[in-house]
């Protein structure tokens, strides 16, 4: 089954667009949406060059003039239909974008499937090849335009065969696919394996070996003449087994640099992941502590990167976690091109089953983020071939909100989640208030019953759903807690393993002051004591009680706003099976957690609500 008029996009126009340019494609949709509209309006379309991705539009009469450049065209065509049909006037509107680079990378592998995908198999890979259905990939390429995403990335960053062969004899199929998505302004990326060479005959992947610089010459060459727009090469190296420099005794940036310089002749960037920490650390070491790894090996290296070379950096020191203070490393690379990455795909933020929009925590990122130095915005992608294309149809929501905030990070996270059900669903206003204050309220229930105070990873090993508090205490991945009898939590402060000093000096002290340092990363930063005072005067053990009990309450809520919201009925089924199994998944962390510490603590629950022995 294949819902083509896909997500936010399926109360507008139906057609199927047949066009090979984003001014084709902007006619094609205000066309449809005017006449549909049917309010006698006309629209009229020029082409500026020099407004790039930008565009403006002016109404005089019942004309809307529309100007942008070549691809800044289309993303007015989009954003006018958004707010006439989300009730605008749309006299004037102006806009450009903050990141010139907006990237979905997905993790999708040829075999089909999607590493950490929760939407089903992938949309164009399948038995080791490109397999697609045309029309469908024009939809994708469609959503992609309207949230203004500019770049996807086609392949895992884990790079499993045959993915090497999209450089080279898969090169022909890859430019069939980067050619339907050309109208949407739309450029592929491709991950790449730093040990290309040696796949390919040579004894080295040394990036200081000539002939390795050669043969990355060559595959650039032959990559660029095959698909003239290609944005360039995302790598995953020396991370969690992956091939890299270090291989060679070579740093990150001589490896990053080599491919830079390979793709500069034709205006393509190398996206090098900062993704980098000892995966085989041992548990009994307390001197290693896991967030401050990217720091470590990165700002030594601030200055050294060419200016092609983006270093993407996870919007938090660990991995993707439901709460993470902003990376060190993001605030402190004064003269290197940076990306921040965040993750749509929900692995460790209820999969698609349990509600989470992320925009709130976004901008808190967002918020603290030193903007010059940024220059693009990466999310790992949640699409799949399913029927609502993000697993669940409200996590279309989460692609939506990316690509809107990586246009304009400064729009209110509301008004974003807002604007997505507009576009998505007909409902008279309290009902979509009520789905409103849902959403926006979702990521905060979903961490009281997962990760009270910061304390995250307590989740099953590998599948990374649902509760196992020792699942990776004792295990090699850099992620404890080290709960004990009295106390739980890390030190990261000077005294502890040092992690605050990769900050500056303000949130340094902010965080390493017990005073100041906010409740919900309380347990990142230190280790507390059963039986300390929070700011509120309960105990920690109390509120982790407290908040198991209450995330779990309030899921059992959500249930019940969901059940009343007007829905369209194939959304409404689906929605509601996934809340009954969000709910089972709250009630498993609340008990399990409650009782894990129970065990540990021996102390009474205030309220006297059941703890299982
Ligand atoms: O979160 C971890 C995931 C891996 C992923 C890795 C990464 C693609 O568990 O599946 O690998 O991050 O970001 O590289």
């Not at 993790?107 to 090849?129: A, H, L």
């Not at 070379?309 to 060190?328: A, H, M, T, W, Y």
């Amino acid at each position: 089954m294949n819902n083509y008029d896909g997500l936010w996009l399926k109360s507008l126009t139906k057609t199927l667009l047949d066009c090979d340019t984003p001014l084709q494609a902007a006619e094609a949709e205000l066309a449809d949406f005017f006449r549909r509209r049917d309010a006698g309006e006309r629209f009229e379309l020029s082409v500026d060059e020099a407004l790039g991705e930008g565009y403006c539009v002016e109404r005089t009469g019942g004309v809307y003039h529309l100007s942008g450049g070549n691809t800044g065209i289309l993303y007015g065509a989009y954003d006018l239909i958004r707010e006439l049909h989300n009730g605008g006037e749309a006299e004037k509107l102006a806009s450009s974008p903050r990141y010139p680079l907006r990237m979905l990378n997905s993790w999708d592998n040829m075999d089909g499937t999607v590493e950490r995908g929760y939407s089903g198999r992938s949309i164009w890979f399948e038995g080791n090849r490109f397999d697609y259905d045309p029309e469908r990939i024009r939809y994708l390429g469609r959503l992609l335009a309207s949230a203004h995403v500019n770049v996807l990335c086609v392949n895992n960053v884990n790079v499993h065969a045959p993915a090497q062969r999209l450089l080279t004899d898969l090169l022909p199929d890859l430019a069939a696919f980067a050619a339907l998505l050309r109208p949407f302004g739309v450029r592929l990326m491709v991950s790449i394996d730093f040990s290309l060479p040696l796949s390919s005959g040579l004894q080295t992947a040394d990036p200081l070996a000539q002939e390795v610089q050669k043969f990355w010459n060559e595959t650039a060459s032959i990559a660029w003449a095959a698909i003239p727009d290609l944005a360039g090469f995302l790598v995953k190296a020396d991370s969690e087994h992956r091939p890299g420099p270090n291989a060679y005794g070579r740093t990150h940036a001589e490896g990053a640099n080599m491919l830079g310089r390979a793709v500069k002749p034709y205006g393509g960037v190398v996206v090098w992941r900062a993704f980098v920490y000892d995966c085989l650390q041992d548990w009994r070491n307390v001197k290693t502590d896991r967030p401050c790894a990217a720091y470590q090996i990165y700002q030594p290296l601030d200055g050294d990167f060419v200016d092609n070379v983006i270093l993407q950096i996870k919007n938090g020191p660990f991995d993707f976690q439901v709460r993470e203070p902003v990376s060190p490393l993001l605030l402190s690379m004064q003269n290197t091109n940076t990306a921040l990455e965040v993750q749509l795909a929900q692995e460790y933020t209820g999969q698609q089953i349990d509600l989470y929009a992320m925009p709130p925590m976004w901008k808190e990122i967002f918020d603290v983020l030193p903007a010059e130095r940024i220059q693009a915005i990466a999310a790992v992608s949640n699409l799949g071939r399913d029927y609502f294309w993000t697993g669940h149809p409200f996590a279309a929501l989460n692609l939506y909100a990316f690509g809107r905030l990586a246009w304009d990070p400064a729009i209110d996270p509301a008004a974003v989640i807002d604007e997505w059900i507009r576009l998505t669903y007909t409902m008279p206003d309290t009902d979509r208030e009520k789905l409103l204050t849902l959403l926006l309220n979702s990521r905060h229930v979903y961490e009281l019953y997962t990760a009270t105070l910061g304390l995250c990873w307590m989740i099953t090993p590998h599948t990374h759903y649902g509760p196992n508090p020792d699942g990776y205490e004792y295990d090699l991945w850099g992620t404890y807690h080290r709960a004990d009898r009295n106390a739980v939590g890390i030190d990261r402060t000077a005294l502890g393993t040092g992690y605050t000093a990769q900050y500056p000096p303000e949130l340094q002290a902010f965080y390493e002051n017990r005073e100041t340092c906010p409740d919900e990363l309380l347990l990142f930063f230190h280790r507390v004591a059963y039986d300390a005072q929070l700011h509120d005067g309960r105990t920690l053990i109390q509120r982790i009680y407290d908040d198991h009990f209450e995330g779990c309450a309030e899921a059992e809520k959500m249930a019940e706003t969901l059940q009343s919201l007007p829905l369209p009925e194939t959304d409404r089924q689906e929605a509601v099976k996934r809340m009954a199994m969000q709910l089972k998944n709250a009630r498993e962390w609340r008990d399990v957690i409650n009782t894990f510490f129970y065990r540990f603590s021996g102390a009474e629950d205030e309220q006297g609500r059941t703890i299982y022995p």
